[in-house]
């Protein structure tokens, strides 16, 4: 045995290639974290928008209900109120038509009417 005549330690070829797949893995795991990131960031902020546009029809609804409602309100207490004062509800109201006949219309064209002629 020769001790002072020590030879190199061959590394083996293989071994080079596994510490270059361990770099190349060592690297490529945080890209593929952030792109991962990236893809439920978006998968995300899709489904936030979606919850967004249901949230503002839902809110739409809500409003159309709560005008329907002050609106059958409104007409109960004009319907109490007339019928408290005795006054004849007032059915169909908009099929009484009014027609002017020619002399009417003829007046008209002569003489306008002011407002103040029409509230005395």
Sequence with gaps: MVLGNRTPVRQVESEGILR????????????????????????????????????????????????????????EEVQAYATRSGLQPRKQGHLIHRSFSADDQRLAKLRPVSSDEVLR
């Design 20 to 75: 270059l797949l361990v770099l190349a893995l060592a690297l490529a795991m945080p890209l593929a974290t952030l792109v991962y990131l990236k893809i439920q960031s978006t998968h995300l902020s899709y489904q936030m928008s979606e919850i967004k546009d249901h949230m503002r029809q839902e809110e739409e609804v809500q409003r159309q209900l709560l005008l329907e409602r002050s609106r059958w309100q409104r007409d």
